[in-house]
């Protein structure tokens, strides 16, 4: 099992810009693109670093809106994991 982080723990950790944020035991980021091809395209590209990592975000589509929420299901929160994915999407 992975370690569950604390609330400020992982509010220290969030990346940059605010965009992220901690709401019932999960990370939560909504993005917005200009067409549904933009948005399908970003979330392949999410689950191409997800597979890589072998962590799987929750994703939702609505047209051009994705919104992923990061969690670890065998700690019952946010862990390290759900940190670096956040990192790493933000990168993209």
């Known amino acids: 099992m992975r370690e569950l982080l604390d609330v400020e723990q992982v509010l ?3 990346p940059s810009g605010g965009q ?13 693109f200009d067409d549904f091809v933009q948005a399908f395209g970003f979330m392949a590209r999410v689950a191409l ?9 929750d994703m939702f589509n ?4 994705v919104r992923l929420e990061l969690h670890s299901h065998d700690a019952g929160g946010v862990t390290q994991r759900d940190l670096d994915l956040a990192h790493a999407v933000t990168e993209l």
């Open 12 to 14: 220290a950790s969030l």
């Open 20 to 32: 992220w944020r901690l709401q019932d035991d999960r990370l939560v980021r909504e993005f917005r």
């Open 49 to 57: 670093l997800a597979e890589k990592a072998g962590h799987h975000p």
């Open 62 to 65: 609505s047209y051009s809106l």
